[in-house]
């Protein structure tokens, strides 16, 4: 779906929220449970009404903080990471609860720039993420921040929100923050500055008047707000940001009220990556397919591919890269993303699915490319 304007925002149905650590905690680092209660029971009812939810939240530090009654956040790494450590658990421990009393089941994911990075590991936790979506869970994702150390760090979770939403093909992003918006110029400092309900381009002048202002319990600040509208935007994802403390603020986003600000994309996400399959991405090798697949291809624009329907393996190629799919007189079709390696699925071609998990010991899943990874050509 693309997303044009705010009524368009009705039809999103897969939603990346994320939750800014000063909109759970207190300026003294303790839990604000009433808003934890409240976002629980909104985006428990949004669960109930069809939405896919995943909650990307902040506040392990702060909570471990509050539990250790340590004066201030620790400024050494080991000290950011200790208190992470203690205060992640209790922080899924009040998510548990809160969304326990709706009746709704979450799980805890923590992902470091690896699991972006390394191809298994992306692929790995995009299956992860879409089980739990179809199993009805509520994923609520954290950085690792006890292991992610300097360049593996992805450093604050606007960012990690555009990249879940790539990771699990959001609709749409919406980040609550202790600002109700993205401003002309930083309304701490400049009183004039005005909401802008709209934003259909990240320029170098939206980029500028967003300072770097932030307050001193989380992370980012708006400028880590526009840097990951930036990046969601160009992969496909509109993002909304607007006020943590404002009640419902996700519930009426998603009935097309004017709150906050949305950074438009212009583009979907299947289309941005089906045009980075198509122009943009390096083949890795080939899988020859039968006439049958040949003819499913043709007939519904785009199918996905089973390891029946596979002739033969050209190539050295990892799961999570790209392959070009041909004809048996050498004729290119299509290109798609494939989830078995060249070694896998040498031993798996022209098996039926049900013979996957016996012949390699564990199945990723049926398909070798999924339709919305295969692009015609
Ligand atoms: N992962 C950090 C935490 O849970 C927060 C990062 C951020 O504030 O963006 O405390």
Redesign the pocket.
Known sequence: MIIRNRADLRQAKRIVVKV??STITYPNYSRNFTRIDHLARELSDLHNRGKEIILVS?????VGVDRLRLPEKPRTIPGKQAV?AVGQGILMHSYEKAFAEYGVTVAQVLLTRMEMRDRHHYINSRNTFMELLKMGVIPIV??N?TVALDDLKIG???NMSALVGGLADADLIVILSDIDGYYTANPATHPDAVLVHEVPEITPAVEEAAGDAGSSR???GMMTKIQAAKQATSSGISLVIASGTERDAVARILDGEEVGTLFLSGENRLQVRKRWLAFGAGCHGTLVVDDGCVQALRREGSCSILPAGILRVDGDFEAGQTVSIRDGAGKELARGLTHYSSAELHKIKGVKTSQIEQILGAKVCDEVIHRDDLVLL
């Open positions: 800014g650590t902040s506040g392990a530090q702060a992470a954290n950085e921040d604050d979770n606007d989380g992370t980012g």
